[in-house]
């Protein structure tokens, strides 16, 4: 049987989600709090990796466990709730069909990254934004924004050393909120490469200093360069936000918990 999990966490205190030797991970404390309840081993599928330091305002999460003991769908979340830390909740639980696959059903993404933008550090966002005392020109920001939207290879904006062979994705939101002394940039897409949100705030910042030109950020797409791109932003002000699942596959599978 599996189980959708919707959940947040703060990850300052994980090496990211996925499970790593040696290193206290979001899955692991899931499989952990599933293993407990279940009474017996669980296996944790996540819809997207996050690295070390990123948090989840939203996360989708797969139980799948077969084991005996009976407890009702309603009754998931609170349960594992007890067995978790306080920086993971769960917020719902509904049961899917044997064979839904998480991230196959997983149409995109959207990240928020949070910048606190004055002079004097905030220790209530302490390790939750950027602490950036510089002043932000935003209208330079916003001029950036339209060549980051549609389709593009992306390779000038993922972390050296990756791996992955298609870096095309589809960008389908970028913009930039501020109130106050807060400043988000939000962006949605298909799928990001590795880091590829980080270089994307890190760009917009050197653009706003005056370091990365307008041709320079085209050339940067266009040819994939990822020494034209600008730094990887730190990973404490970056926030995993919402998840779009396919609907008529969630409609197909999803049973009420209600």
């Known amino acids: 049987m599996k189980h959708l999990l ?8 994980y090496s990211g989600f996925q499970v790593q030797p040696n290193a206290k991970t979001v899955q692991a404390a899931l499989q952990f709090a599933a293993t407990r309840i279940f009474d017996t081993p669980c296996g944790i599928t996540g819809c997207s990796r996050t690295d070390s330091g990123v948090h989840a305002n939203e996360y989708l999460a797969v139980i799948e466990e ?16 007890t067995y978790l830390p306080k920086d993971i909740s769960v917020s719902r639980c509904v049961a899917v069909a044997d064979d839904f696959k998480i991230r196959r059903e997983v149409d995109g993404k959207e990240y928020v990254y949070l910048i606190w933008n004055h002079p004097y550090r905030n220790p209530f966002l302490s390790d939750r934004a950027l602490y950036y005392p510089r002043k932000l020109d935003l209208d330079a920001i916003q001029k950036a924004i339209p060549c980051f ?14 791996d992955i062979a298609d870096t095309v994705r589809t960008v389908t939101d970028l913009r930039v909120e501020a109130e106050g002394d807060q400043v988000k940039i939000y962006v949605s ?26 041709s320079r950020l085209e050339q940067a797409i266009a040819t994939g360069e990822r020494s034209l791109a600008g730094r990887t932003a730190p990973a404490e002000g970056l926030y995993l936000n919402r998840v779009f699942l ?7 599978e999803e049973k009420s918990c209600e």
Do not use: Q, W
Not at 149 to 162: E, I, P, Q, T, Y
Not at 246 to 252: E, I, M, P, W, Y
């Open 149 to 162: 939207l549609g389709k593009h290879d992306f390779r000038a904006f993922m972390a050296s050393g990756s």
């Open 66 to 81: 077969h084991g005996t003991a009976s407890i009702p769908e309603s009754a998931v979340a609170r349960a594992m709730n």
């Open 189 to 214: 897409a298909d799928g990001f490469l590795y880091n590829m949100v980080r270089i994307i705030v890190g760009t917009l910042l050197e653009i706003s200093e005056g370091k990365i030109s307008f």
């Open 6 to 13: 919707t959940l947040s966490y703060l990850g300052t205190a």
């Open 246 to 252: 396919n609907s008529d596959a969630l409609k197909r």
